[in-house]
């Protein structure tokens, strides 16, 4: 969440920035800022009772000392009502701290001044293309119709044993998912990620800090027996672990990668474009997740989506970069670039990755603090992006590398699957 003390400073600027989001409750801006001063006028008014409550119990003491019991029991006498007073402004300074959490949480991440303006994907700005596409014989087919012919992925078995949306990949096709997630993994270690494993269900307290909570509860698959949430991205356990917690300056920045199966609802999608492997309830993807200091997230950023890139180019698929426009940015965002690969028998670009540096709104959430050079706490900047989510890659490996023969496995990938053909 954004810091109070930035909004309060700087309420034209903060306004400003959100209109790039397309946000329009502006006015929780103004509520936020009063509730603010709300709280700080109690908290002043609690804490001067306080100290007249120390300074007449201080009194008190003096004066039993000295003998001077009927002074003293006249002192006591008008302070009585200090504790009553101080419990009841306690109980309205958490009423009023507890409303304005509830509506500093609704305010989204301020976009980052190079962050487009628009309302809607057509709105991205194209940062660079990569890749030639590639010439499909006359017959090419939709890698859902490749998926059924050689027998790698069974979507309506799937459907049987749980719903749409939860693919079975069998025999290559299963070797191919474990093949990805392997590579993905090595590169991500070879370039300094420290892998980690982590849970599948969060709690509560888990998705807030990231942002997930209140933003995305919808599109997340509740436990209700024990109030967990299946994970949609290993963004949230990974980045959790770190929650509450004070940081070594010196470990910056702290780097780490994780494979995790992922579950979206993805509640209202539907039509041509969630055929096959295209949108999934339940899927592989291997994340990168940083913490680092302030001064360095846009530079940590640029490497980041560089990784990212040379990771689709070693699976010589053509892609392209986008800076997302405010209007199709996360909540949580300050600056999204994301990758899409090209799938030549659909004839369109498929999004397999978002690399995203969330300044200090998630650390807020998240207390995740250092003590700078100065000795003052300041809070760390957290990133993460898709190293890689696997469904579209599948898909777009399976079109792109489709022939006569059958499907060519790209050479970086035969070492971990064993076969160089799917026939």
Known sequence: MLQINYIRENRDAVIERLAVKNFKEVELVDEVIQLDESRRKIQNESDAIAAEANAAAKQIGD??????????????????????????????????????????????????TSVPTGVSADDNEVVLEHGAVPTLPEAALSHWELLSKYDIVDLELGVKVTGAGFPVYKGKGARLQRALINFFLDQAVEAGYNEVQVPILVNED???????????????????????????????????????????????????????????REAGSYGAHVRGLNRLHQFDKVETVQLVHPDKSYEVLEEMSQYIQGLLQQLELPYRVLRLCGGDMSFTSALTYDMEVFSAAQQRWLEVSSVSNFETYQANRLKVRFKNENGKMQLAHTLNGSALALPRIVASILENNQTEKGIRIPAVLVPYTGFAWID
Do not use: W
């Not at 019991?69 to 507890?98: F, R």
């Not at 990974?238 to 702290?254: A, G, H, M, S, W």
């Open 63 to 112: 004066l039993m000392r000295q003998g001077k019991k009927e002074e003293a029991e006249a002192v006591k006498s008008k302070s009585s009502g200090y504790k009553e007073q101080v419990k009841i402004l306690t109980e309205k300074l958490a009423e009023v701290e507890q409303t304005l959490q509830d509506k500093i949480v609704q305010l989204p991440n301020l976009p980052h």
């Open 206 to 264: 888990s998705a807030f800090a990231t942002g997930q909570l209140p933003d995305k509860e919808g599109q997340m698959y509740h436990v209700g027996g024990d109030d967990f949430y299946l994970i949609p991205t290993a963004e949230v356990p990974v980045t959790n672990l770190y929650r509450d917690t004070i940081v070594k300056e010196e470990q910056f920045p702290i780097k780490h990668c994780a494979y995790t199966p992922c579950f979206r």
